[in-house]
């Protein structure tokens, strides 16, 4: 069978580090290149420096390496973007145009690009969230995902571009830090915990959100990549759920390792975006049409997070 050669754009962040990695594992080396618009990155396979708003050189990278498939994932979050967001509708979208118009013009047979939780907002039901449902986001980065996954649509409908994306939710991961978004407590809680016993979040305490572990979020990623095409009956943007917690359970269950820590609450400008977005996600579409099922729960995260950060994080004595 032929190998897909694999460029992943925005590739140093959250989900590029675990990707990277997993593609690479999974394809070969030699046929996943990294690229991001950072100077220089550590990574086992080749690495480019590419910013994604520069067309040229996004398409002389695809040509010039022979690029069957890209993972898009290049974006300004959304507690980033609400600081300057002109820019993140910018990045948010030529971005995604640049890769798009590169599938349609059929230098590219697939292209994964995520969109995210943020589509949702306050009009939307906030529980077991539906795919199908009001969607009026009030943030930037919301509008920019929403806008991106009618565009999508668009590609696959209009140009027959195999384009497939799923709605991240929170994703917690212990090999990198979090990019500027709303759920990015649920990881720095882990560090603080372990280095300082104690955590001030930035969101209150009964503020749930849907969550997902990052191998779950990887698997996710591959999995809708690999299907056959004709199961992709979505070009949208499919829900997937694993989970949903609060800054109060988050920390009870972390108690359960670290009797002695102590969590208070001084929400900021991100708790209006959390109140807007769902808690729960309903993803029986995602189920149905190409199997998709999670692996991770709170309990199950939390004692991963601790076993692996533990061996990484030096803890004062
Ligand atoms: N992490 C989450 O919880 C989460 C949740 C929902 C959706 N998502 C989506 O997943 C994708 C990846 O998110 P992440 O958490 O890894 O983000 P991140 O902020 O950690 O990483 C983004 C990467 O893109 C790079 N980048 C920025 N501008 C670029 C440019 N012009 N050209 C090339 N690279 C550029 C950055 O240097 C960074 O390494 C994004 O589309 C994001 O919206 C993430």
Redo the contacts with the bound molecule.
């Keep these: 069978m032929n190998q897909p050669k694999i460029l992943v ?8 580090t675990e990707l990277v990695e997993n593609l690479a594992e999974r394809f070969g080396s030699d046929n996943v290149i990294a ?4 100077d220089e990155a550590s990574f086992q396979v080749k690495y480019l420096k ?4 520069d067309r040229a050189a996004v398409k002389k990278a695809v040509v010039d390496n022979k690029i069957t498939e890209v993972y898009h ?5 959304s507690a980033t973007a609400e600081k300057n967001p002109e820019f993140g509708w910018k ?1 948010n979208m030529d ?1 995604l145009f640049s890769v798009l118009d590169l599938a349609k013009d059929g230098l590219l047979k697939k292209v994964f ?6 589509v949702f907002g306050p009009t939307t039901p906030r529980n077991n969230t539906p795919q199908y449902t009001v969607i009026e986001p009030t943030t930037v ?1 919301g509008i920019s ?1 929403f806008a991106g996954e009618r565009w999508c649509q668009y590609y696959h409908d209009r140009y027959g571009v195999d384009v497939r994306s799923i ?5 917690i991961g212990w090999k ?1 830090l ?4 709303t ?1 990015d407590y649920a990881v720095e809680i882990f560090h603080e915990a372990l280095e300082h016993g104690k955590y001030t979040s930035f969101l209150s305490a009964d503020t749930a959100l849907p969550m997902m572990y990052m191998s779950d979020a990887i698997k996710a990623t591959i999995e809708i990549m690999q299907a056959p095409s004709e199961k992709i009956k979505i070009r949208s943007s499919y829900n997937i759920s694993a989970m949903s917690f609060n800054p109060d359970q988050i920390a009870k269950e972390i108690k359960k390792h670290i009797p002695n820590f102590e969590i208070d609450y001084n929400p900021d400008f991100r708790q209006d975006i959390a109140n807007n977005w769902p808690a729960s996600i309903n993803d029986d579409e995602a189920r149905l049409h190409w199997n998709w099922s999670s692996d991770f729960n709170l309990e199950r995260l939390v004692k991963e997070m601790m076993d692996n950060l533990k061996s990484t994080i030096i803890v004062p004595q």
């Design positions: 754009i925005g590739a140093c962040g959250q989900v590029g690229s991001d618009i950072r590419l910013d994604v708003m994932l290049a974006a300004l979050l990045l971005g690009w995520p969109s995210s939780i943020a980065y995902k709605r991240y939710p929170g994703l990198s979090p990019g500027g978004g759920t």
